[in-house]
């Protein structure tokens, strides 16, 4: 039986190698003298999985051939960590979101799917720090859609100005409207016209009215408990610290984005381990 770690690795070099498009492409690319960029995305799928710096987890594959050659490479051939950090910004956000859909594609969904938002805070090395490459941002407003019976992340969209969630539901169901059925969601996606749009595209809104009126109190009561609860799990997911993280480390708002992308799809992966 092949650990945990070879697990996840085997995996992660799967999905990499089809997000960037090239299952065949060698590791090293020796005719121009660098790594094949989903190389480069299942280390940091490592780093991402085993809460490491870059500098750290250089370090420690050094001690681990046999994950190393899952990689297509033995440990002298292991890039220098400060390739590994550079190479994640030259990825367009695409191969990032594409791994993600390719991690979510490993379950099956169900019948409910949830949608959440909550506020992820920046973490820099110091105050004197974030003023020397002018951090001015303290958060990323986080929204994700999951499968409440599988758990899994099936979408993530992030940003840096903080919109109203009614702005953000839309955005994110219309690209999984092949893999939602019923959406649950709280009051703060309380928009009519999200409810008649998911209507149209023969999806069931469940969402929670906010109480202006007496009518909108007559609506809520009118909802299934035991559907709306499952709003709970997307909640839940954003209280497991240890892999979704509290803070996020990346001193960019591109780099953020791609942060949260890839911390969504190594939870994912993760999943499929114990499944």
Same mark, same amino acid.
């Given at each position: 039986?092949?650990?945990?770690?070879?697990?996840?690795?085997?995996?992660?070099?799967?999905?990499?190698?089809?997000?960037?498009?090239?299952?065949?492409?060698?590791?090293?690319?020796?005719?121009?003298?660098?790594?094949?960029?989903?190389?480069?995305?299942?280390?940091?799928?490592?780093?991402?999985?085993?809460?490491?710096?870059?500098?750290?987890?250089?370090?420690?594959?050094?001690?681990?051939?046999?994950?190393?050659?899952?990689?297509?490479?033995?440990?002298?051939?292991?890039?220098?960590?400060? @390739?590994?950090?550079?190479?994640?910004?030259?990825?367009?956000?695409?191969?990032?979101?594409?791994?993600?859909? /390719?991690?979510?594609?490993?379950?099956?969904?169900?019948?409910?799917?949830?949608?959440?938002?909550?506020?992820?805070?920046?973490?820099?090395?110091?105050?004197?720090?974030?003023?020397?490459?002018?951090? @001015?941002?303290?958060?990323?407003? @986080?929204?994700?859609?999951?499968?409440?019976?599988?758990? *899994?992340?099936?979408?993530?969209?992030?940003?840096?100005?903080?919109?109203?969630?009614?702005?953000?539901?839309?955005?994110? =169901?219309?690209?999984? =409207?092949?893999?939602?059925?019923?959406?649950?969601?709280?009051?703060?996606? !309380?928009?009519? !016209?999200?409810?008649?749009?998911?209507?149209?595209?023969?999806?069931?809104?469940?969402?929670?009215?906010?109480?202006?009126?007496?009518?909108?109190?007559?609506?809520?009561?009118?909802? !299934?408990?035991? @559907?709306?609860?499952?709003?709970?799990?997307?909640?839940?997911?954003? *209280?497991?610290?240890?892999?979704?993280?509290?803070?996020?480390?990346?001193?960019?708002?591109?780099?953020?984005?791609?942060?949260?992308?890839?911390?969504? *799809?190594?939870?994912?992966?993760?999943?499929? /381990?114990?499944?």
């Amino acid at each position: 039986m092949h650990s945990k770690l070879a697990r996840f690795t085997e995996r992660c070099v799967a999905l990499s190698q089809k997000a960037v498009g090239y299952d065949s492409q060698p590791p090293i690319k020796k005719e121009e003298g660098g790594y094949a960029d989903w190389v480069i995305i299942a280390i940091h799928g490592l780093r991402e999985y085993l809460d490491h710096t870059y500098r750290q987890l250089l370090d420690v594959l050094q001690e681990m051939p046999d994950i190393v050659a899952k990689l297509g490479l033995s440990v002298d051939e292991l890039p220098h960590f400060t @390739t590994v950090c550079s190479r994640k910004q030259d990825l367009k956000m695409n191969v990032w979101r594409t791994l993600l859909a /390719l991690s979510a594609d490993l379950f099956d969904t169900g019948e409910i799917q949830a949608i959440d938002s909550t506020s992820i805070a920046h973490r820099s090395s110091s105050h004197n720090y974030a003023k020397r490459v002018k951090g @001015t941002f303290e958060s990323v407003k @986080t929204t994700i859609l999951v499968d409440c019976s599988t758990r *899994a992340i099936l979408d993530v969209h992030c940003s840096m100005n903080l919109p109203h969630d009614t702005q953000i539901a839309w955005k994110v =169901l219309k690209r999984n =409207l092949s893999n939602v059925k019923t959406v649950v969601a709280d009051k703060g996606f !309380d928009w009519d !016209d999200l409810r008649q749009m998911l209507r149209n595209n023969g999806i069931r809104p469940v969402i929670k009215h906010r109480e202006f009126y007496s009518l909108d109190a007559a609506h809520n009561a009118r909802i !299934d408990d035991n @559907t709306y609860h499952h709003r709970s799990i997307v909640e839940s997911i954003f *209280a497991l610290r240890k892999r979704f993280g509290s803070t996020i480390k990346a001193r960019t708002w591109f780099g953020q984005f791609r942060e949260l992308v890839l911390k969504c *799809a190594v939870r994912n992966i993760e999943q499929t /381990l114990t499944a």
